[in-house]
């Protein structure tokens, strides 16, 4: 079946037809919010990465501080967010600044997981420096782009709604 | 009544060039949110994070008042951007936005939160540590963060009721 019969299909189902007329401003208004939960988190790392905040704290300090709040963050958004999209799901199909958030988290998420797999902020020789080396900069300077995109594309992609 | 009053600025903004100019064009005011949604996630993930320092939940060396020094500029350049694009934003529907129940709840719980912050919050954040107890402490915190999410929730509710 192609994509978008299996989108209006998805569109015919109860859960979708509830969000859209009558959970919507509710789970858009979580959505919006939660921002500070987990962009509004992750920000504090790639600042602190970026050696533009918190320069005397250890890293892993900031990281472990955020890190519970940021993941239930990233939680809410994505469980809301699928709710969004099961609402309007051929509308962000077709849209171009869905594809592109979409395009952006993935981007995000990839750069977060290279910097996971790579560096263990606790035995990483400049947990305590207060400006971490140039690759470490870059992986915090380019979440930080790439979270500003995903949220220029999100909320131009509510434009189209 | 202190709207009333306000009347005759809000109808010379709606009216003025740039209130039309804004006004002409969704794209304009799209990237204005796009401002606004950056600004929140600065402002609300700086709140959450002092509002965590002055309950004493993680960021464990250095005091609160060492944790506002390095978040604050952040978090007022988040409320900076907020409000610049906020006015902004208004300007360009300034006759519709006013006549808003929500946008009047907005703006009175706004005006409350800035009082609290320059004031109370403040005092107790940058206090020597234990010239205020634990629980003064999480009180404030958990006020600043009521007061702020209800400036956020109450914007939310514009667009929709």
């Not at chain 1, 189902?13 to 919006?32: D, K, L, N, Q």
């Not at chain 1, 300090?61 to 994505?78: D, H, I, K, N, T």
């Not at chain 1, 709710?83 to 592109?100: G, I």
């Not at chain 2, 609290?116 to 958990?142: E, I, K, Y």
Request: proline share 3%; hydrophobic share 55%.
């Amino acid at each position: 079946m192609p994509v978008v019969e299996w989108l209006h299909a998805l569109e015919q189902t109860r859960i979708s037809e509830v969000v859209r007329e009558s959970a919507f401003p509710y789970i858009e208004g979580t959505h919006v919010l939660g921002l500070s939960l987990s962009v509004g988190m992750i920000a504090w790392v790639d600042l602190r990465l970026v050696g533009a905040t918190m320069r005397t704290r250890p890293v892993s300090e900031v990281y472990e501080s955020v890190q519970g709040w940021m993941l239930a963050g990233f939680c809410l958004m994505f469980v809301t967010g699928a709710l969004l999209f099961v609402a309007h799901a051929t509308k962000a199909y077709e849209s171009v600044f869905f594809r592109a958030k979409v395009a952006f988290l993935l981007l995000a998420g990839i750069n977060a997981l290279i910097f996971h797999w790579t560096v263990n902020h606790r035995t990483t020789s400049w947990n305590d420096a207060p400006v971490p080396p140039t690759a470490a900069r870059m992986a915090g300077l380019t979440s930080l782009v790439l979270w500003l995109s995903v949220i220029a594309a999100g909320r131009l992609f509510a434009y189209d709604l | 009544m202190v709207w009333s009053a306000l009347q005759p600025v809000v109808n010379w903004l709606g009216g003025s060039a740039l209130g039309v100019w804004l006004g002409q064009s969704p794209t304009r005011i799209a990237i204005l949110f796009v401002v606004h949604l950056t600004g929140l996630t600065l402002l609300l993930g700086g709140t959450i994070v002092m509002s965590l320092g002055l309950a004493g939940v993680g960021f464990r060396s250095g005091s609160s008042a060492q944790l506002a020094r390095e978040i604050g500029p952040w978090r007022m350049a988040g409320l900076a951007l907020a409000i610049i694009s906020g006015f902004l934003i208004f300007t360009g529907g300034a006759l519709t936005y006013f006549e808003g129940q929500w946008f009047r709840r907005k703006m009175t719980l706004l005006l409350i939160a800035v009082i609290f912050n320059f004031s109370w919050f403040r005092t107790v954040t940058n206090a020597p540590d234990g010239r205020f107890g634990p629980w003064a402490r999480r009180l404030t915190a958990g006020v600043s963060l009521l007061l702020w999410f209800g400036v956020g929730v109450s914007g939310r509710a514009i667009a929709f009721f």
